[in-house]
Structure formats: structure tokens, C-alpha cells
């Protein structure tokens, strides 16, 4: 097994939890490898907020392929890095937010990602847990007490602002 990939963990309620990470195959450690901690950590679905050109190749081809291998419900929200989410994200998020909300009532354990595990990934970590009932300013405290780089770009503030 190559390094391991490092994640940060949110619990919530219900024995809920979301895992926030750098995205998988990145940080010294292989896709697959990546994969197989998050889903032995409880892992039963990954959210990934990165661009088709954010990794190289078939990056994120690859990255979907895997998922499916490993039996991991998998959702793309794209979003460009340290820009506020889109149209692209905005079509996908009500469908991908639904499943979300439902694992998590059942105590499931989410995969939520861009590239560097802070920006795009609080982004979508804060919007989850807001429509959970978490206030604006405690969502924001906890994903920033595991992830300081969260909430740092004026345009995710300005945007997760919207949905208190």
C-alpha cells in the first residue's frame, strides 16, 4: 500500500459523518489506495467539486471508475477553484444534495472533496450541513477548526452568505 491519504473528519448527527480530503490519488498515495481508506474509514459515497480539466488526463474518469469498483455512490459538483459554484454545479446539486440528506439520516459516512480538501470542499461541507439544521456560523466554525483554509476566498463567503 502506498501513503496514506489524509482526511479530516465532521461528525454529525445521528453517528453521521462527512470526511473532508484533498482529493483521492493525490497527496502520496494512489487512487485506489486513496479510496479504499475513505471506504474503511465508513466511506459509502464521494462528492467531488473539481472541473473536468482540474486533473490530468482521465483523471476524473478514473476517479468515477473507481468509485464504482469500490461500491461507492459517486457525484460530481463541479465547481471552478476558488470561484463560487455555477450553473454546471447548480443543475447537479438539488439531485446529489437529496441522496446526500438520505444517507446521512441513515448515518452514513460522505466523501466530500475538491483538489486540495479545503475551498470547494468547506463550500459543499457548509451547504450540506445547513440544510441539516446547522446555523451559518457553526457550520463554518467546524468545517474551519479541521480545514483553516476554508472560507478564506470572498467569493465562497459571499456565497454560502446567501443560504443562511
Same mark, same amino acid.
Given at each position: 500500500m502506498s501513503n496514506a491519504h489524509p482526511f479530516w473528519t465532521l461528525? +454529525?448527527?445521528?453517528?453521521? &459523518? +462527512?470526511? %473532508? $480530503?484533498? =482529493?483521492?490519488? $493525490? &497527496?502520496?498515495?494512489?487512487? #485506489?489506495d486513496s479510496l479504499m481508506? %475513505? &471506504? /474503511?474509514?465508513?466511506? $459509502?459515497?464521494?462528492? $467531488?467539486? +473539481?472541473?473536468? @480539466? /482540474?486533473l490530468p488526463d482521465e483523471?476524473?474518469? #478514473? %476517479?468515477? *471508475? #473507481?468509485?464504482?469498483a469500490l461500491e461507492l455512490k459517486w457525484f460530481h459538483l463541479p465547481i471552478e477553484d476558488d470561484c463560487a459554484p455555477g450553473d454546471e454545479f447548480n443543475?447537479?446539486?438539488p439531485q446529489a444534495n437529496k441522496a446526500a440528506q438520505v444517507m446521512l439520516d441513515n448515518g452514513e459516512v +460522505?466523501?466530500?472533496? =475538491?483538489?486540495?480538501?479545503?475551498g470547494r470542499t468547506g463550500l459543499i461541507a457548509a451547504r450540506i450541513m445547513l440544510d441539516r439544521g446547522i @446555523?451559518? /456560523?457553526?457550520?463554518? *466554525?467546524?468545517?474551519?477548526? %479541521?480545514?483553516?483554509g476554508a472560507f478564506t476566498r470572498q467569493a465562497h463567503i459571499d456565497y454560502i452568505k446567501q443560504y443562511k
Open positions: 461528525p +454529525l448527527a445521528g453517528g453521521a &459523518k +462527512l470526511l %473532508l $480530503t484533498p =482529493c483521492p490519488g $493525490t &497527496k502520496g498515495a494512489n487512487l #485506489q481508506q %475513505l &471506504k /474503511d474509514a465508513g466511506a $459509502t459515497a464521494v462528492l $467531488t467539486a +473539481l472541473e473536468m @480539466g /482540474d483523471g476524473l474518469n #478514473q %476517479l468515477a *471508475e #473507481q468509485c464504482k443543475a447537479s446539486w +460522505l466523501v466530500v472533496h =475538491c483538489m486540495g480538501g479545503s @446555523g451559518l /456560523d457553526s457550520a463554518i *466554525e467546524q468545517i474551519q477548526a %479541521l480545514r483553516p
